[in-house]
């Protein structure tokens, strides 16, 4: 024991780490782009109600917030939006309006102009993915009607706003990646249908714009396939998971096989929640940046010519698949278990990484920040499960004995958490509580057959690796049994839910905007995830009874803590209020907490300190009762 440490209950260590320095810390940094010594990326504002501003910055280190309050740069495609604008030569650029989603062109020294008109009704049309080739915009188009039916299509819009806007590609339920050939005269894109998920099965399709014929290059209904980028107007480069992994491939486009550039047992994609990202981004001399790993991806560079691949010493351990290249540098967001999340831009050549920005711009001593060890362990049946073990750590205190832990369970849930420094795991652990960040089985990052144990097993084995997770560490003597809880969001709330109703391993559940009942989430959630219980449960409506948290509610014994946004589109609050009732009814200690305004997400920085606070205090509680 260090002379300045002192032994201190657990979760009552003093930290540096506030509430508030956490809730300042979600910058959110996404989607960056480079062209040559400029870069831009989007950043949220916790502190002016969680708006995206879009961030220049010049080589001479001037960083300019391009769209003032009250503009707000995300689009609503899919709910969980993506890449909200495009770079337009001459130096202006393309947006989604969060209020509206409409586009709007911003030009130098001008205010924000509309592109595309209002919509009939609140919303209606929505963009995302924008690219502006010889004066329109290529995009993906989400049109909501009166009824509330959607449809997607991939279209060209004037950039002038002076004529009408043109359908290229429609008829499929979903639509990602357009990409045009360097003639102008194909456009590739992703396409799929319900039920599937983009993880499941989708094709890549080459359209001849001239009269519209269409060949399918790659995909199906059971394989996965991303990323179309050409290599010239004959051949494509694409990421599928045809092998089990989500590997490179390159094909022609007139029916050649697709040969596979560097075969790895490990991903080089990630599931596509969001539009716009890029898992790997060809450079101008043939070479191409491209991620691989299990878990966090590195950063290497590929010779396609003779397949191998090289990887790039840099100060970081994993990079997210949201790559961008003018042909010789190369944008990212990266991160290290002591780098929070950061803008960067990389030259291949080199290997020198030149940082721009960071999600937290104050961090404590870094004998506060735990040290994260990638762990796996048997679960049921012997299968392996995967984990992220965050141990307390704080230089002023020590405990004695096992620690308490709380099992992270990310959403989802086809989703996957990854060791990057985060404020939020710190602010526990500062305080003498340990963290264990669950990749159950159907998280992605350990390829298909591992993602594929969910299939129609959702509240069966991420439950099952939840209460494993909890054993493991009360047997490896981490964590004492008798003060482990459970937390997650979203679907992860849904396995906190149904974890605490089926074992006795916790000694409380906390649930951001969690999943409870499954037919009311069906007819109202929105339409991407409309058909995911299909894939997750079943078809069957009678098999959701036996597997939905509200259904065994009656097991639960332990306190619980639920928090949600009332404007919450994917999640929408009556599923937590109606588990919050039930466990009322019984007699169950629970606290519901909602906040106006907030979505599927909280993004402004009042709602986040207040949610942190509560959650430390629901943890001393059950702690140390």
């Not at 995300?74 to 969980?80: D, L, P, Q």
Request: aromatic share 10%; net charge negative; charged share 20%.
């Amino acid at each position: 024991m260090s002379p300045e440490q002192v032994v201190r209950p657990y979760a009552t260590w003093p930290s540096p780490i506030s509430t508030t320095g956490v809730a300042r810390s979600g910058l959110r940094l996404g989607f960056p782009t480079v062209s040559g010594t400029q870069m831009w990326w989007t950043e949220d504002r916790p502190l002016e109600g969680g708006r995206t501003t879009i961030v220049r910055q010049e080589a001479d280190g001037t960083r300019t917030q391009l769209l003032a309050a009250p503009w707000n740069a995300r689009t609503r495609v899919h709910e969980y939006g993506g890449r909200p604008y495009a770079l337009v030569p001459g130096g202006g650029l393309v947006f989604a309006n969060f209020a509206d989603q409409r586009l709007y062109l911003l030009s130098p020294g001008s205010e924000p102009e509309p592109l595309t008109p209002e919509p009939e009704h609140e919303c209606g049309l929505r963009y995302a993915e924008m690219t502006v080739h010889e004066g329109r915009i290529l995009c993906v188009r989400e049109r909501h009607d009166a009824e509330g039916r959607v449809s997607r299509s991939i279209v060209s819009i004037p950039l002038d706003g002076g004529a009408e806007t043109r359908e290229l590609v429609g008829g499929s339920d979903f639509y990602a990646f357009p990409a045009l050939s360097p003639d102008g005269e194909h456009l590739a894109y992703v396409c799929w249908d319900h039920p599937r998920m983009p993880w499941n099965g989708t094709e890549i399709r080459v359209t001849r714009l001239s009269d519209g014929l269409t060949r399918t290059v790659a995909g199906g209904l059971e394989e996965s396939v991303l990323a179309p980028s050409w290599r010239d107007d004959l051949s494509l480069y694409f990421i599928s998971d045809r092998s089990g992994w989500w590997n490179l491939y390159l094909s022609g486009v007139g029916g050649a096989p697709a040969r596979a550039l560097h075969p790895l047992q490990e991903e080089c994609a990630g599931p596509l929640w969001q539009l716009g990202g890029a898992p790997y981004a060809p450079l101008a001399d043939g070479r191409i940046v491209l991620l691989h790993g299990r878990g966090d991806l590195r950063l290497g560079v590929l010779d396609p010519e003779d397949g191998t691949l090289t990887d790039l010493e840099t100060p970081y351990d994993g990079w997210h698949p949201s790559l961008s290249c003018d042909g010789r540098a190369v944008a990212a967001i990266a991160y290290g278990p002591e780098i929070p999340r950061a803008v960067v831009r990389l030259d291949p050549a080199t290997g020198n990484a030149e940082e721009f920005r960071r999600d937290a711009t104050e961090l404590p001593d870094p004998a506060y920040l735990p040290v994260p060890r990638a762990v796996e362990f048997d679960g049921k049946a012997g299968r392996r499960v995967h984990a992220i073990v965050y141990p307390p750590v704080s230089p002023e205190a020590r405990g004695e004995g096992p620690a308490p832990y709380v099992v992270f369970v990310h959403g989802g849930p086809t989703a996957h958490s990854v060791s990057a420094l985060d404020l939020e795991k710190a602010f526990f652990t500062s305080r003498g509580i340990g963290v264990l960040d669950l990749n159950y089985g159907g998280s992605t990052g350990y390829g298909r057959a591992y993602r594929d144990l969910l299939h129609e097993q959702w509240g069966i084995v991420d439950v099952e690796d939840a209460v494993s997770a909890a054993e493991w560490l009360a047997a490896e003597g981490l964590a004492d049994s008798r003060r482990i809880a459970i937390r997650g969001g979203s679907a992860g709330g849904w396995t906190v839910m149904a974890a605490c109703c089926a074992s006795d391993a916790f000694a409380g559940g906390v649930s951001y905007y969690g999943v409870s009942a499954l037919a009311s989430f069906v007819t109202t959630t929105h339409d991407f995830e409309s058909r995911y219980i299909d894939w997750l449960i079943g078809a069957d409506p009678a098999l959701y009874g036996p597997r939905e948290p509200l259904g065994m509610v009656s097991k639960v014994t332990c306190p619980m803590l639920l928090l949600q946004g009332l404007s919450d589109p994917v999640v929408p609050p009556e599923q937590s209020q109606a588990f919050a009732d039930a466990l009322a009814e019984r007699g169950i200690p629970c606290t519901y907490l909602t906040f106006e305004g907030e979505s599927h997400g909280f993004r402004r920085a009042e709602t986040r300190s207040t949610a942190l606070a509560t959650e430390l205090a629901f943890y001393q509680q059950i702690f140390h009762s």
